[in-house]
């Protein structure tokens, strides 16, 4: 899929989820989760975009995605610290 595609279906999903929330707690809460889990993906699709140039790659998928979103920059810098390091 193209990138502008994919930028453009999670945005349009947390648009969504902003604007219509959810009307009981669980699934306010699942809703949360799952915005900073999208944030989380996001982080990770444009650090990898800028740090294609310094041949830094941190793979996206669940947990990482989970990482950056719940954590936000420390966390992301903590999987960049972590990819270049320990890997």
Known sequence: MEPILVISILGGLIVILLLFGAPFKPARFLGQAVIKVL???????FLNVAGNQFGLHVPINFATSAVSGFLGIPGLVALVAIQQWVL
Do not use: E, N
Request: net charge neutral; glycine share 14%.
């Open 39 to 45: 944030i989380g993906a996001l982080f990770l699709f």
